[in-house]
């Protein structure tokens, strides 16, 4: 039988110590909660996030080891530049966050549901709308094609999730996202778990510990905050403005 630590309603910011979260499943921390802006900028502050299924209590996670994306080395590719060169994409930020959230809402093939329930869609809608979530979107004219989401905490980016509806639009979304956090001083981007596909895009694995350490420091950096609308990526993917 699994013991949780269930979080006080009163204490939207205390959760356990992410290093005592469990070996299996991998990561799994505490349960309850709510997904107020204030505790959830407060678990990602520490290395924590949520997910659940639709039909399980709320879960706080912090696996070990932990998926990471240096900013400075996710670059244009040559796979990426080829399929660039044969497209006309446009590349917009914050421009269509709750599409590009619905779109990786949205069943995929070989899964048999998702865990960006109603719940996190709206959740995640007021951080963007409170500033603290933010979205980079991929355009072929009016048809949104990839894009990638994810919270800002000080100077670290929390990755949720991308989606493609053409080959490389994910790609080219976290490529120019990492391009536009590296501007901005941002080093990492929290992939949290690792799966063949994003080591494949260039993610890297940290023990828990040293994933821990590292965002201590960066979440008290100032970061970039509000709309992040008016900015766009540096121009390897021929951003356009809307």
């Known amino acids: 039988m699994i013991r949780l630590p ?12 992410p290093r005592k979260a469990l070996n299996e499943p991998n990561g799994l921390l505490a349960f309850g909660g709510d997904l107020s802006p204030r505790r959830l900028l407060a678990a990602y502050a520490q290395g924590i ?9 709320l879960l706080w996670w912090s696996p070990d080891p932990r ?14 530049r080829r399929r660039l060169a044969r497209v006309s994409w446009r590349i917009t930020v914050d421009h269509a966050f709750r599409e590009v959230v619905d779109a990786c809402a ?19 809608t007021r951080l963007h709308e409170l500033g603290h979530a933010h979205s980079v979107e991929v355009w072929e004219g009016e048809r949104l094609v990839g894009g990638v989401y994810g919270i800002a905490v000080g100077r670290l980016f929390c990755g949720e999730s991308m989606f493609s509806r053409e080959s ?13 956090l590296h501007r901005w001083d941002y080093p990492l981007i929290d992939a949290q778990v690792t799966n063949p596909h994003l080591l494949q895009l260039g993610a890297v ?26 900015f766009t990526p540096l121009a390897q993917l021929r951003p356009v403005a809307p």
């Not at 269930?6 to 356990?16: C, G, R, T, V």
């Not at 996030?49 to 209590?57: K, V, Y």
């Not at 998926?67 to 670059?75: I, N, P, Q, S, Y």
């Not at 490389?168 to 536009?180: E, H, I, N």
């Open 67 to 80: 998926c990471v994306f240096h900013t400075a080395a996710l670059k244009v590719n040559r796979n990426l």
């Open 205 to 230: 694995e940290y023990p828990r510990p040293q994933f821990l350490r590292m965002i201590a420091q960066l979440t008290q950096l100032p970061g970039q905050p509000g709309s992040w609308a008016a």
């Open 106 to 124: 949205a069943p995929r093939p070989g899964q048999a549901g998702t865990w960006i329930v109603p719940a996190m869609v709206e959740a995640y």
């Open 168 to 180: 490389g639009g994910s790609r080219a979304a976290l490529t120019a996202l990492a391009q536009l």
């Open 6 to 17: 269930l979080l006080d309603s009163a204490k939207p910011e205390h959760f356990p110590d």
């Open 49 to 57: 996030f949520p997910w659940f299924n639709e039909d399980e209590p």
